[in-house]
Every structure is written in C-alpha cells, then in structure tokens.
C-alpha cells in the first residue's frame, strides 16, 4: 500500500509505531521498500556514508537531486522524503521554495527535511504553502555541527530542553507534518511526542518517540568510521560483504573462478 503523510498521521492517531530508514540508491530502496518501511529518507547523511565527507557540509543540492531520483525510482510504496542540504534554505524564502520544489518535481521526492527550529519557520510556512509536505528536524541537527562544537546529545538542561518543545509546537504550528528527534534524552523525547500532534520521528532519542529511524549504512554495520552509541546493528553485512569479496579475490588468484558454469 502507497504510504503518504496521512499515513504518518493516522499512525500516530491511532498508536502505530512507524519505521524508517534512509536509502541513497536504486537497489537498496528497491530492497528496503519492499520491507514495509513507511518512510524512506534520502538523507544529506548520504554525505558522509557515500561520499566519505566527515559531516554533512559540503553535500550540495545537486548530489541530494542526483541520489534522490535513484532512490525514487526504486520506491513503489515507502513516503520518499529528501534532505534540504546545507545553504539550500539559508539564505532567502525564494531559494528554499526553489530548492524544495526542485527535489520534488525533478528529483521526485514526496516531501522535503530541513533542520532547525525558529530560525527556519518562515521557511517552513512558504514551503508547505507551495504544497510540499515538510518534515522537521530538531536536537543534534548535523548541519549545526560548527555551532554546537561536535556532535553532541542536545537539549541536556531545562533552559536547552524547553527550547526543544517551544520550537517541536512551532514546527507543527509551521505545518510540518512530522518531526525528527536526533539524540536528546529519552524523557525530552516523550515529552515532545506528548506535546504535539504530528509524529516524532526518533534517532538516538529513545523509545517514546512515535516513529524511529536509522541510517541504513550504520543499523547493517557498514560505515567503517564511528558506530554511535544509539546505533543497533541489526545484522553485520558489513562483515558477511568484506568475506564475499575475500572470497571472490581467493579464487581468482587460485584460478578456481570463473569455472565453465560462469562462462560462455
Ligand atoms: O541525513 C540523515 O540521514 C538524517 C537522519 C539521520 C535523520 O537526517
């Protein structure tokens, strides 16, 4: 069944906790689409775990286009949702419809991600009234990461904390239609999904939230440069894909690959 921001609504109506993951390329959406994920995010994370960026940055409007329409071609069911890079929403209310519009009519995304609270209200308003849903994107939000001097847990104290709900009520005032929670505390969390009525999207902000997400890269062990401590790894295909292509390197080398069954 095609999933759509209703669907992301009703669930949280009726209590159904929603899954998601992101994807950057046409086989692994294909292959997590097909698993009854409801959302799939191409993440401006496609930064770092593709492109080998140490944060989020230097990722341009033309990569998240170019990874979105492989991504959207995949997809058949999942809510396609595409990361705002960094600068692509800064600057003026005309460039962030610009920008928005673009990854849906040339990247064909169903809804767009920008991260921050007050500062990108504006934003949020124009674009929701150009008729893209939006997602928010609140707590460690990476493209902050100069600002908050590392990728720190956010929203820590009760000042830090109070801003996080203001600014969660503002969103859905906004009109965004879900909210991720990237790495607060548990209990910031559940009082955040309590006090709004569109979805939390949780990432290393604990169980309460009405949804989670993970990056793809990470929850199957396969980004080699950190493992957070939110991080579960589901399954280690990391491991299972470095013993494939052990493999495949041994018989060549002992000529016990390609046999007669491979060749023509
Ligand atoms: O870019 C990304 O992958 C994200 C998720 C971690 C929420 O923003």
Redo the contacts with the bound molecule.
Sequence with gaps: MKKSVTTFLKAKKEGNKLALL?AYDYSIAKMIDSCNVDGI?V???LGMVCLGYRD?LPVRIEDMLHHTKAVARGVEEALVIA?MPFMSYHTSIHEAIHNAGRLVQEGNAEAI?LEGGARVLRQIRAIVKAQIPVMG?LGLT?QSVKIFGGFKVQGKNQDAAQMLIDDAKRLEDAGAFSI?L?CIPAVLAARITEAVSVPTIG?GAGEHCDGQ?L?YHDMLGIYPDSRPKHVKVFVDAGALMRQGIKNYVDEVKESTFPTKEHSF
Excluded: A, Q
């Design positions: 992101t995010l993440g401006d994370s989020t990361d991600k994107h990476p991720v990237e990432i997400i990056v």
